[in-house]
């Protein structure tokens, strides 16, 4: 043993413990602040890039959902306006057979008539304000309902627009037809009835479109979980192991902040070789 007031060996090899036990101190409590064991590229540089894939990943698949989310409301718009027509067209018919009586007076005729205006230009009305988000997928020249399926957009759900406007081939119905003859009216029932079966077809397409929609958004809410979960087994810390890390990490700075201070009180026993 040296016995020496310029080196004290035994204080720096003290201080590089307590170094690293505050460096671990400094550690563990940033897991316990942060929640993560990986917070940066510094604690472990593989699993943060892995992390950060995966949450990119996490924020395509947002986007996705937010695009299913409209495409949603849009095809429930859509339905909502295809039900009311084939509802109206209901109502046409019984106006239209009704005025098929040859035995009607004039005045009947004309009441018939008028509602029968009234009901087909509700139509127009219906499809015409069919639109949520600038998208119309029921009236004339309408836009096709288009969802995004998937984190990078390269898949797609796509809905066809569905033409439900007086006189635009689903709804053959025109405003040409009338009922102000007992002939017209018989026409306008022929009209009628194909515009119920080709608007129920379109129902039939927006209604299956709804439910793949549907499917596709709860799945890609799976996946984003399974993901989310991926990450936090890369990334979460484990808060009981990061306590019980914390308290003997503490027990450990007091012992050597202890030891320290005893080491550093050896040079003393230098002066007694000189009494």
Do not use: C, W, Y
Not at 10 to 33: D, F, P
Not at 43 to 64: E, K, M, P, T
Not at 199 to 212: I, Y
């Amino acid at each position: 043993m040296t016995f020496s007031v310029n080196t004290n060996a035994s204080a720096l090899s003290a201080l590089q413990n307590l170094n690293k036990t505050a460096s671990g101190l400094e550690r563990v409590q940033t897991q316990i602040n942060t929640g993560l064991k990986v917070a940066s590229s510094k604690d472990n540089a593989a699993v943060f890039a892995i992390a950060q894939s995966l949450r990119a990943d996490v924020a395509g698949f947002r986007a996705a959902t937010a695009s299913l989310d409209r495409a949603l409301s849009t095809v429930d718009v859509a339905i909502a306006a295809g039900e009311a027509v084939s509802d109206l067209l209901i109502e046409l018919k019984e106006k239209a057979v009704a005025a098929k009586d040859s035995g009607l007076d004039t005045a009947s005729r004309n009441s018939l008539h008028n509602d029968f205006a009234q009901l087909r230009s509700q139509i127009t009305s219906i499809v015409d304000n069919a639109e949520f988000n600038g998208t119309n997928a029921v009236s004339s020249g309408g836009s096709a309902i288009v969802a995004i399926t998937n984190d990078d957009a390269s898949n797609k759900i796509s809905i066809g627009a569905q033409n439900l406007s007086v006189g635009g081939g689903i709804v053959t119905l025109s405003a040409a037809n009338t009922i102000s003859t007992a002939a017209g009216a018989s026409a306008s029932v022929i009209a009628i009835e194909s515009s119920i079966a080709n608007v129920n077809d379109s129902l039939s397409e927006l209604g299956a479109g709804a439910r793949r929609l549907e499917l596709q958004r709860s799945f890609v809410a799976k996946l984003m979980d399974t993901v989310e979960v991926g990450i936090g087994n890369l990334v979460d810390a484990d808060m009981a192991k990061a306590s019980a890390t914390l308290q003997s990490l503490q027990v450990k700075q007091q012992l050597g902040l202890q030891a320290l201070g005893i080491a550093n009180q050896a040079p003393q026993a230098v002066t007694s070789l000189f009494q």
